[in-house]
């Protein structure tokens, strides 16, 4: 059986079934729809679920990670739109390794900021925060030299990303950072309206995103941000190890 449904207060369906159990999907989908209840397709799968016999349950927004996902309106909590929600399919398949290869070298660039804050004796973490395809603000972890401990690389770029703009919002915006964030930096982060979110390596201590805390992979306020963590974690994680080893 093939079926599709276009969200929204109005709906329309088109499916094909051969089997009796197919039917019932069908019936299903539209008996959901047609009470004017779904809200991005919640009441369909629920109907879907009664019809064969699955267990709700609830919707994190773990599924809604936003590494360009395939079919975003399948998702509740998927309120941004990818930027390939446009394209046919061989286009986005395309523009996915696009932005895989962006995110590389933004992360690059990021690398090159931490490496500077090694240098002076900071923990070796950097910040680019990207509008389209241009730098708008940078930054690396400066709480020892500024006398600040809220002078994280995240806090510095985005401080002078609002200075830069003329706005505290910061729509539209990716920011890179080589370390996952803390709580403090995943919090405005969110307050700052960054629409995406890439980070290094993760951290075990203190990520907030979802490694200790999930301010950010199951958000509970009324900003989400599609994020995607792992980018080039090899080369960020052994900056900070060594970084450390030296240290010791």
Not at 15 to 27: K, L, M, V, Y
Not at 149 to 159: D, G, Q, T, V
Not at 214 to 225: S, T
Request: glycine share 8%.
């Amino acid at each position: 059986m093939t079926f599709g449904v276009d969200s929204g207060t109005t709906f329309s369906f088109w499916f094909s079934f051969s089997s009796s159990r197919e039917f019932c999907i069908a019936g299903a989908i539209f008996s959901g729809a047609n009470q004017g209840r779904s809200r991005g397709g919640g009441d369909v799968a629920r109907a879907l679920n009664a019809c064969v016999g699955v267990a709700p349950r609830e919707r994190s927004a773990s599924d809604c990670v936003a590494q360009v996902p395939a079919h975003p309106e399948a998702c509740d909590n998927a309120r941004m739109e990818s930027p390939t929600d446009d394209l046919p399919q061989d286009r986005r398949i395309a523009s996915a390794h696009d932005l895989a290869a962006i995110d590389e070298h933004y992360m690059r660039r990021a690398l090159r900021l931490a490496q500077a804050a090694a240098d002076v004796g900071e923990v070796p973490v950097g910040a680019v925060l990207v509008r389209g395809d241009a730098v708008v603000a940078e930054g690396w972890n400066r709480p020892i030299a500024e006398h600040d401990p809220s002078a994280h690389a995240e806090m510095i770029a985005l401080r002078a990303a609002a200075q830069a703009l003329g706005n505290y919002r910061l729509p539209g915006t990716t920011l890179y950072v080589t370390l996952e964030p803390c709580v403090m930096c995943a919090g405005a982060i969110i307050h700052a309206r960054v629409s995406r979110l890439v980070f290094g390596a993760r951290d075990p201590k203190a990520g907030a995103v979802n490694s200790v805390y999930d301010v950010i992979a199951q958000p509970r306020l009324n900003h989400i941000v599609e994020w995607r963590g792992g980018v080039l974690e090899a080369e960020c994680g052994a900056m900070l190890r060594e970084f450390f080893r030296a240290r010791r």
